[in-house]
């Protein structure tokens, strides 16, 4: 059976990351998906999500799995109903800069633990919302990533190509955290403005993983934003 609701996590993320708001989403078909481990393309992955949805079914993704979640969209707005996108960016090349060009360089370079140490030394506890329990996921997260398979999702990211428009027939949700340290507010504004969303959700707090911090709440607004009750715009 296809699933209604896909969950799509991001570069630090698994398919558990969204497993406590799944829980509370019980009246809906859901499902969440791991990036391979080898070599894959944000495209082909893409693909994959359009082709295991339910037609008219909603795609859920965070930070690099938002923009999977566009790629999904615009390749396939015949199977794509609707999108919630969390934390995510309008332009991979504009958020890696001169770090796309690095990670394609390395990319016979050996992988060993210093590319781990290099992710770990770049995030603060202002990216978990200064949640212990958030912090402790992702990290884990990161431990359990063989060095192959991470340098395989930063490659896709370098390698993702742009999205130029969204398009109209699909339904546009953009979650964001106001104290989200990772994507800039220009960034969020260029989202905004390419997806032009049905909805908005600003988050007060949470970081970049608003849904590992308060999985209730996040849970209760997507309910509210598949159903249509969600305000045009409205706090978390």
């Known amino acids: 059976m296809k699933a209604e609701v896909i969950f799509v996590p991001g570069l630090l993320g698994d398919r558990w990351s969204f497993q406590s708001v799944r829980e509370l989403l019980k009246d809906a ?31 859920v993704g965070t930070s690099m799995g938002g923009y ?15 999108v919630v996108l969390i934390n995510t960016f309008a332009s991979p090349r504009r958020m890696l800069g001169w770090r796309r060009f690095i990670i394609k360089a390395i990319r016979k370079v050996p992988k060993g633990e210093w590319l781990k140490g290099i992710i770990r030394r770049s995030i603060t506890d202002a990216h978990f919302g200064y949640d212990d329990r958030a912090k402790a996921y992702v990290l884990g997260v990161l431990e359990r990533l063989t060095p192959d398979a991470l340098y395989s ?38 989202l905004l403005n390419l997806v032009e969303p049905k909805r908005v ?14 999985p209730k709440g996040f849970a209760t607004l997507l309910r509210e ?3 249509g009750t969600s305000p045009p715009f409205s706090p978390l």
């Open 153 to 190: 999702r930063l490659l896709a990211l370098a390698e993702a190509p742009e999205v130029k428009s969204f398009p109209k027939s699909v339904y546009g949700a953009v979650i964001y955290s106001e104290d989200d340290p990772t994507v800039p507010k220009e960034e969020r504004v260029r």
């Open 29 to 59: 078909a859901t499902e969440s998906v791991d990036y391979p481990p080898y070599p894959f393309s944000l495209e082909g992955f893409a693909d994959l999500l359009a082709e295991k949805l339910k037609p008219g079914g909603y795609l």
């Open 201 to 214: 959700v600003a988050c007060s707090y949470g970081g970049h993983f608003p849904y590992l911090v308060n």
């Open 68 to 82: 999977v979640v566009l790629l999904a969209a615009v390749r396939n707005p015949s199977k794509v109903g609707g």
């Open 225 to 227: 934003l598949i159903n």
